[in-house]
C-alpha cells in the first residue's frame, strides 16, 4: 500500500477510522475482559482533553517542557506516596508495564556488574512461573538469565523452591503483586526476607496492582503486604495505564533510593547531536500520557479511586460466586483483587469447549493453558453484564456436559493439544515464522474482515496445529 497522493478530507478519514473499528472487540458493552480500563465517560472526556492538549509536547528534554517534569514528578511521588515509599524514593514514568519491568532488571544487572566488578558474568534472576513474560523479554534483550521457580497450588510462588535456586550470579528476585495468570500475590515478606538473608534485590511487580490493591486494603480487605512497607523490597512497577485508568503509554517505576536508580540511566556525551540523558528506553516521550497521567490522579482523587474499588470488589464477589456456584467449575489458586481465572474440575467439562460455547455468544475469552483455564480482568463496565455472563457460562457448562463432541470441535481441541505439544522449540520457531509473516505484510491492503477473526491467537494455532498433523 502506498501514502495516498491526495490527502483526503478529515471526514473522510474519520470515517474509514469508525468503520475500521466495527469488527474490534465491543469494550463499551463490557464483553472484553482484558486490554481495556474505563473508569467513567466522565473521566475519558478528562483523559482526552489533557491528552489533546499536550499531544504535541515531547518529555525528551525536560528543560524545554518543564510542565511535563513538574507532572511526570508529581505523577511518581502520588505513586510513591500511594506505595508507602518515603522522601527518599525515587522513579520516573514509562510507556507501561513491560517498560518498567525492562528498566528494572536492566538496572539490576548494571548494578551487580559494577558492585561485583565483573562486566561479564551471566546474572541470574529469579522469576515465578507466573511472573508476566515481559521477564524473559528483559532476560533475552539484556543477557540476563531467568530462573524459574514453582507456584504452588494457591497461585502463590514456593518460597523454599526459590531460595534453593540461589547461586553466587544471583542478583534479583521477583514477586508479582498480583500476578497476569493467577491474580494472587506471592508472599513479597518471605521474598523480601531472603533478599535481605542473601543481600540481592527484589522486584515487586505491581503494574496491575499497584493502583488498586492499596484501595483495597483500605476498605478493609486482606491484601498481603507488596510494597515499600516491606523492607527488603528494593524496586516497584505500577500502571497507571490499567486501574490508574489513565491513558495508554503510562506507568510508573519506582526504586528505595536513587542508589538503585542511578544503574538505569542512560548518559552519552559523545553523541555529535549533543549530550543526552534519558531516564528510560526510549527518546521522544509523549507529552500526552504524561499529562493525562497527572490529570487523571488529580480528576479522581483518592475517593473516587475508593468508590471505584469498592464497586470492583462488588461484581467480583458477584462473579467469583456465581462462578463456584456451578459444580464443575473453580477458582484458580486463591486470588486477591481484580484479576483471576477459573478452570473445570469435572472431566466431563472440556473448558475451551465453554470458552467456544461463550464466543458464540458475543464474549471474547481469554484462555490460558497452565491450568487450562479462563481468564478475568474485572472492570467497572463488567457490572451490568454479571448475570447475563454467569447465565450464560451456565448453559454453556449443561451444553459441553450433554455433548462430548463438543470438546472435538472449534478451538477446544486445537487448546488442548498445543498445551500438551512437548517440542515446544518447535512450536515457537513456527510461531516465529507466523508473526514474521504478519509483518511482512506491507505489499497488499490487509483486509479487515480476515483480519479480525474474533481472536487472532486462534489463527495462529490453528496454524500450527495443521504443521503438527502433518508430521
Ligand atoms: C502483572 C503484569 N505485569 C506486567 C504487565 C505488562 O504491562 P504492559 O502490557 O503495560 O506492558 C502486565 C500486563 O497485563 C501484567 O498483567
Known amino acids: 500500500m502506498m501514502i495516498p497522493e491526495e490527502g483526503k478530507s478529515k471526514e473522510e478519514v474519520l470515517k474509514e477510522l469508525k468503520l475500521a473499528q ?122 540476563i538469565k531467568m530462573i524459574h521457580a514453582p507456584v504452588d497450588k494457591t497461585g502463590k510462588v514456593n518460597v523454599k523452591a526459590v531460595e534453593r535456586r540461589i547461586t553466587p550470579n544471583t542478583i534479583a528476585l521477583v514477586g508479582s503483586a498480583p500476578n497476569y495468570p493467577y491474580g494472587t500475590i506471592d508472599p513479597i515478606s518471605e521474598l523480601s526476607d531472603l533478599a535481605i538473608k542473601y543481600n540481592l534485590n527484589l522486584h515487586v511487580d505491581a503494574c ?57 540511566l542512560f548518559v552519552s556525551v559523545n553523541f555529535p547531536g549533543g549530550i543526552v540523558m534519558t531516564p528510560g528506553l526510549t527518546g521522544t516521550r509523549p507529552g500526552g500520557a504524561i499529562a493525562s497521567a497527572w490529570a487523571t490522579l488529580m480528576g479522581l482523587g483518592q475517593n473516587k479511586y475508593l468508590e471505584n474499588a469498592k464497586k470492583l470488589s462488588e461484581i467480583v464477589q458477584r462473579m467469583k460466586e ?48 497452565k491450568p487450562a483455564s479462563i481468564h478475568f480482568m474485572i472492570n467497572p463496565l463488567h457490572e451490568k453484564i454479571v448475570d447475563e455472563y454467569l447465565s450464560d457460562l451456565k448453559e454453556a457448562v449443561s451444553r459441553v456436559k450433554e455433548n462430548p463432541n463438543l470438546a472435538k470441535q472449534a478451538t477446544a481441541p486445537v487448546y488442548g493439544m498445543l498445551a500438551t505439544v512437548p517440542l515446544r522449540g518447535m512450536v515457537e520457531s513456527e510461531v516465529r515464522k507466523i508473526v514474521e509473516n504478519i509483518y511482512k505484510n506491507t505489499g497488499s491492503n490487509i483486509n479487515l474482515e480476515e483480519q479480525n477473526t474474533p481472536d487472532n491467537g486462534l489463527t495462529i494455532i490453528k496454524k500450527l496445529l495443521g504443521y503438527f498433523l502433518k508430521k
Open 22 to 143: 466495527q469488527n474490534d472487540a465491543r469494550w463499551e458493552e463490557g464483553r472484553i475482559f482484558s486490554l481495556v480500563f474505563h473508569f467513567s465517560e466522565e473521566h475519558s472526556d478528562l483523559v482526552k482533553s489533557a491528552y489533546n492538549m499536550y499531544i504535541h509536547e515531547n518529555g525528551l528534554n525536560p528543560m524545554a517542557f518543564q510542565s511535563l517534569r513538574k507532572f511526570e514528578s508529581e505523577v511518581v511521588q502520588m505513586t510513591a506516596f500511594l506505595l508507602n515509599g518515603d522522601d527518599n524514593t525515587v522513579g520516573c514514568m514509562t510507556s507501561g508495564g513491560t517498560e518498567s519491568i525492562l528498566l528494572a532488571m536492566k538496572t539490576y544487572r548494571d548494578k551487580a556488574r559494577k558492585e561485583r566488578k565483573k562486566k561479564y558474568f551471566i546474572p541470574e534472576i529469579i522469576i515465578p512461573d507466573s511472573a508476566h513474560v515481559a521477564f524473559l523479554k528483559a532476560g533475552e534483550y539484556f543477557d
Open 208 to 264: 496491575v496492582g499497584g493502583f488498586i490493591l492499596p484501595w483495597l486494603e483500605k476498605l478493609g480487605e486482606n491484601i498481603t503486604p507488596f510494597d515499600f512497607r516491606v523492607p527488603g523490597v528494593t524496586s516497584l512497577s505500577a500502571d497507571l495505564h490499567k486501574y490508574g485508568y489513565s491513558a495508554k503509554g503510562a506507568s510508573v517505576i519506582l526504586y528505595r533510593t536513587m542508589d538503585i536508580m542511578k544503574h538505569q
Open 322 to 369: 456465581g462462578i463456584q456456584a456451578i459444580p464443575e467449575l473453580e477458582i484458580v489458586g486463591e486470588p486477591q483483587g481484580p484479576l483471576f481465572a477459573y478452570y473445570s474440575k469435572s472431566p466431563e467439562v472440556n473448558i475451551y469447549a465453554v470458552a467456544d460455547l461463550l464466543e458464540e455468544k458475543g464474549w471474547h475469552i481469554d484462555r490460558q493453558q
